[in-house]
């Protein structure tokens, strides 16, 4: 009966001293042993930070830095620079790989038809509301320009035409030159 009555304190005992040690209010820390890594010493991004000579913690990328996934174009808005694409970009479509011209044709339609008509003519749909009417892709220039000045000018824009960047992404824009090829009967190479 002692022993029982002696286990009990003993019980009892060890319940009220994890009870100490645990705490009451769940909100507040209870007493830490061994906390090993909980406390970073790293500095939170958007804290002060004396040891930059700016003061804070998060610094400015380095001039140069491109983000991840992000391709940069080097070509500005002008015709020197359209000509320029021209000689250095090229289609990675070729007979060996060769475009989707459904794809293309269905993205030139979506975007380049409202202006450039269905045939690349120039007689889309808003010239005959005002919008100064862009000469026929058949004509000669066009025809003459390089894969990689079409693609430009869907990438910058041209003259009177937005850009389209934003809403044709890099491989449909390639799709889209290599369509306006067939209407051309240009051979796309
Ligand atoms: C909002 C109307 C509009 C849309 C949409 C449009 N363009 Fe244009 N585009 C023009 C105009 C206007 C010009 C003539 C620019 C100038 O000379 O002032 C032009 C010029 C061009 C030229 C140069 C033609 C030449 O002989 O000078 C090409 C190539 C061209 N566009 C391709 C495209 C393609 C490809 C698309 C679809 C991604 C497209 N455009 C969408 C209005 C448009």
New binding site residues.
Partial sequence: MKKIIFLAIILIGTLFILEQILGKDPNKKSLEFMPDMVYSVAYRSESPNPHFENGQTQQNPVVGTIAHGYKPYHYENSVEESIRAGEELFSPFNEQNPPDLKRGKKM?QV??Q???GAGGEGN?I?TKRG?????S?L?E??KN?KNGQ?YH??TKG?????S?SSQ?ERQDRWQ?VSY?RTLQEVKND
């Fill in positions: 030139f975007y380049c409202v202006c450039h889309g808003v919008y100064p009417p862009p000469p892709l004509l220039n066009a320009m079409i000018i869907i041209y003259k009177n035409m937005p389209y044709v889209i306006i």
